[in-house]
């Protein structure tokens, strides 16, 4: 891998624990719930993303 191919899998991770952090922050904050799962949800599926391009 070379060029994007090589950091796309690290930017998607930083992305995931940002969405899981903000995601965890909402719901903690009760402000809105809903979007809050749903980022908790997308950062699921980042890190999903990211261990299939890794195989």
């Known amino acids: 891998m070379s060029g994007i191919e090589s950091i796309a899998p690290a ?7 940002a969405c899981l952090i903000g995601g965890a922050a909402m719901i903690w904050r009760r402000s809105d719930v ?3 799962v749903l980022l908790l949800v997308m950062a699921l599926v980042l890190v999903g993303n990211v261990a299939i391009w890794t195989l």
Do not use: N, Q, T, V
């Open 34 to 36: 809903r979007k809050g």
């Open 11 to 17: 930017i998607a991770m930083l992305a995931a624990f």
